[in-house]
C-alpha cells in the first residue's frame, strides 16, 4: 500500500519543487472558479471572460507549503496557456524596473549577456550599451527592440516546457555568455529547479545569472492579487526558499538584494486600501502576498534580487 503511495501522482504533487522534501502542507485548497473572478475583477474584465478550467484542466488548486524550506507552491502546477496570455493582455512589465536598474550594476563591458523571458525587451537595450552583446529571448513576440548592433533578439524558445533549457542561441562575439539574466520569471515555471539546473550547467567557468523573483513577504496595497495566483504564478518565494533552490541547483550567491519600500505615505496610503481589499476578498488566506502584518513587512517591496555564479563544489 505503501508503495503504491508512494509512486502515485497526486504524492509526487505534494513534493516540494524547491528542496524535494515530501514534508509540506496544504494551506488552502481553491477552486479554479475563484481565481477566475479574482483576475478578472483585477483586470476589469467582464463577468465570465476566462475558463481556467477549460477542456482537461482541473476545477481545483492546492496552496502548499514546504517544512523544511518555507517554499509556497500551487499543485498542480498547471501554467497558463497562450489563450489565457491573449486574454489578459498586455501584462509583461514596461520600462526599467527595479531589478533591471540593479542588475546594470553587475555588467561588465566585455560580457555577452543572454536575457531570457526579455519581455518588451527594455532591459536588453538598457544593457546592450553596457556590454559587449546581448541576446534577448522571449515566447511572445512581444519584444520591441531598437535596432542596435550589440543587439539582437531570439526566436526560439529558450526554455523547454519540462524546465530544461532547448539549444541555446550562440553568441556572435565569443564562445559562450558570460551572463544570463532572468528577471520575473522562476515564478511562472512548473519545473523551477531544473532550469536553475540546465543554467548552471550552461553558464561557463566564471558566468553569472541574474535573476529576480516577486518577493512573497512583500506589502503592496491589495490583500489578494489575482496574477499571484495559477495560472500566472505557480511559487511564491521568499528569500529562504530562494537561496534553498539556488543551493539545489548547485549556484553560490555572489549578492543578495530585496526591493525596499521607504515611502510613509505609501504605508499609509496602502495599508487603508489593504484594508478595503480585504473586506472585498471573498476567501482568506493566512500570510498572503501583501499583507502589512507583521510591520517588518511595511518596508519589503515587490522583488528579491540575486547574483549567482557556479559553485565550484
Ligand atoms: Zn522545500
Redesign the pocket.
Same mark, same amino acid.
Given at each position: 500500500m505503501d508503495k503504491v503511495r508512494a509512486v502515485s501522482p497526486t504524492a509526487s504533487c505534494h513534493l516540494?519543487?524547491?528542496?524535494? $522534501?515530501p $514534508?509540506?502542507h496544504e494551506v488552502k485548497s481553491l477552486s479554479i472558479e475563484s481565481l477566475e473572478r479574482l483576475i478578472e475583477r483585477d483586470l476589469s474584465l467582464t463577468n465570465g471572460a476566462l475558463d481556467l478550467g477549460g477542456g482537461q484542466r482541473p476545477r481545483q488548486t492546492e496552496l502548499r507549503e514546504?517544512?523544511?524550506?518555507?517554499?509556497r507552491f500551487f499543485t498542480p502546477p498547471e501554467p497558463g496557456g497562450s489563450d489565457f496570455y491573449r486574454l489578459i493582455g498586455e501584462v509583461a512589465y514596461t520600462g526599467l524596473r527595479w531589478d533591471h536598474e540593479l542588475a546594470l550594476n553587475f555588467l561588465k563591458p566585455n560580457d555577452a549577456l543572454l536575457d531570457i523571458g526579455a519581455g518588451n525587451g527594455a532591459f536588453a537595450v538598457a544593457a546592450s550599451s553596457v556590454v559587449s552583446e546581448v541576446c534577448a529571448s522571449d515566447f511572445s513576440a512581444s519584444m520591441k527592440l531598437t535596432p542596435n548592433p550589440n543587439l539582437w533578439s531570439f526566436d526560439g524558445s529558450v526554455l523547454q516546457a519540462d524546465g530544461g533549457l532547448g539549444d541555446l542561441p550562440a553568441p556572435k562575439s565569443s564562445s559562450a555568455f558570460s551572463v544570463i539574466s532572468m528577471f520575473q520569471v522562476l515564478e511562472h515555471l512548473p519545473h523551477p529547479l531544473r532550469t536553475l539546473s540546465a543554467i548552471a550547467e550552461a553558464l561557463p567557468e566564471s558566468g553569472r545569472l541574474i535573476l529576480s523573483v516577486p518577493n512573497s513577504k512583500r506589502f503592496s496595497e491589495r490583500y489578494l492579487q489575482g496574477l499571484d495566483f495559477p495560472p500566472h504564478h505557480l511559487h511564491w518565494w521568499n528569500s529562504r $526558499?530562494l537561496n534553498?533552490a539556488l543551493e539545489a541547483a548547485n549556484l553560490a550567491v555572489d549578492a543578495e538584494f530585496m526591493e525596499r519600500i521607504w515611502s510613509p505615505k505609501a504605508w499609509v496610503v496602502g495599508s487603508w486600501r489593504w484594508l478595503i481589499s480585504r473586506r472585498q476578498a471573498d476567501f482568506k488566506i493566512r500570510h498572503m502576498p501583501g499583507t502589512p502584518w507583521p510591520l517588518r513587512n511595511l518596508t519589503r517591496g515587490h522583488s528579491l534580487f540575486v547574483v549567482v555564479r557556479r559553485d565550484k563544489r
Open positions: 516540494c519543487p524547491v528542496c524535494q $522534501s $514534508s509540506t514546504c517544512r523544511g524550506c518555507t517554499h $526558499s534553498a
